[in-house]
């Protein structure tokens, strides 16, 4: 049973960094395709980072790149979020995909992932 929660939100000035985390229940990730996701109030949830199966690329969205890193051990993924702008202010989720293999890559439509964690807040003020 795979059951995610992300941490690490809160309330910080443009500028600051954050250092979201998802975990599940402490097992492992390995054969996971790990995603975030954001949602921000009455938009779509869009896609913000992915993490390929085993070492393999990290994907991420033009909005995000070269701001945020995402990155994963065995049991937790996190994103590492930099200079931060009002307009990522969100809901932050994590999802996960099973998948094992070298064909494993990152995803970015929410279609594509099987399990959600709640969610964390991030408000970045202005």
């Known amino acids: 049973q795979v059951h995610l929660v992300e941490s690490g939100g809160g309330l910080v000035q443009a500028g600051d960094s954050l250092r979201l985390s998802c975990t599940n229940s402490?097992?492992?990730?390995?054969?996971?395709?790990m995603g975030w996701f954001r949602q921000a109030p009455g938009k779509e949830r869009e896609f913000v980072a992915a993490s390929s199966w085993h070492g393999g690329p990290a994907y991420y969205a033009d909005s995000v790149k070269d701001r945020f890193t995402i990155s994963r051990n065995q049991t937790s993924v996190s994103l590492q979020m930099n200079s931060l702008k009002a307009e990522d202010t969100a809901v932050y989720l994590c999802a996960s995909h099973y998948c094992s293999g070298s064909g494993c890559y990152g995803r970015r439509q929410t279609y594509d992932y099987d399990f959600w964690g709640q969610g964390t807040q991030v408000t970045v003020s202005s």
């Open positions: 402490g097992r492992a990730f390995s054969s996971y395709v």
